[in-house]
C-alpha cells in the first residue's frame, strides 16, 4: 500500500489555498489603508492645533511643519527628523501651515508643498496683507 496525495487533492488543497489568498489580500490592503488614512488625520490635527497656538503666541500667520519641529511643538517621526504622510510616505515637512484669524479665533489650513521655502518666501507667497480704506484724500478717518 503506498501513502501520498493523489494529484487532484494536490490540485484541490492549491485551489482552496488560493481563493484564501485572493480573498484576504484585498481585505488586509483595505484595512491598511483606513489605518493609515487614520494616522494621516491624526497627524493633520496635531499639527493644526499645534499651528494655531503657535500662530497665536507669535503672530506668525504662515509658516511650515518644519518649524513646528525645529520649534519643539512636535515631534519628528524618527531620530532623522522626517516627518512622513503614512500614505504614501511622502515628507511632510515642507507642508506650508496658513493661519488666520476669523470669528475670534485662529484656524489653520494645511497645504501640501513638495518645495520648502524660507520664511520669507512664504510671507511672500502665502501671506497676508493688510488693506485699510479711508474715506477720503486726507487719510484720517477709515471705513
Known amino acids: 500500500m503506498k501513502k501520498g496525495f493523489t494529484l487532484i487533492e494536490v490540485l484541490a488543497a492549491l485551489v482552496l489555498i488560493s481563493v484564501i489568498i485572493l480573498i484576504a489580500v484585498p481585505v488586509y490592503t483595505g484595512v491598511r489603508e483606513s489605518v493609515n488614512e487614520s494616522i494621516y488625520e491624526s497627524k493633520v ?9 503657535y ?3 507669535t503672530n506668525r500667520m504662515v509658516f511650515d511643519v518644519e518649524t513646528l519641529i ?4 512636535i515631534s519628528a517621526d524618527n531620530e532623522r527628523g522626517e516627518f512622513k504622510d503614512p ?3 511622502r515628507s511632510m515637512l515642507c507642508d506650508i501651515i496658513q493661519v488666520v484669524f476669523q470669528d ?7 497645504i501640501v508643498s513638495e518645495i520648502c521655502y524660507d520664511d520669507d518666501e512664504l510671507e511672500n507667497l502665502y501671506g497676508m496683507i493688510e488693506l485699510k480704506l479711508y474715506k477720503d484724500m ?6
Not at 138 to 143: A, I, K, Q
Open 70 to 73: 525645529e520649534e519643539g511643538l
Open 104 to 110: 475670534n479665533q485662529f484656524v489653520a489650513n494645511i
Open 45 to 53: 490635527e496635531e499639527l493644526l492645533a499645534k499651528a494655531t497656538s
Open 138 to 143: 486726507n487719510l484720517t478717518e477709515e471705513v
Open 55 to 57: 500662530a497665536s503666541e
Open 87 to 89: 500614505r504614501d510616505g
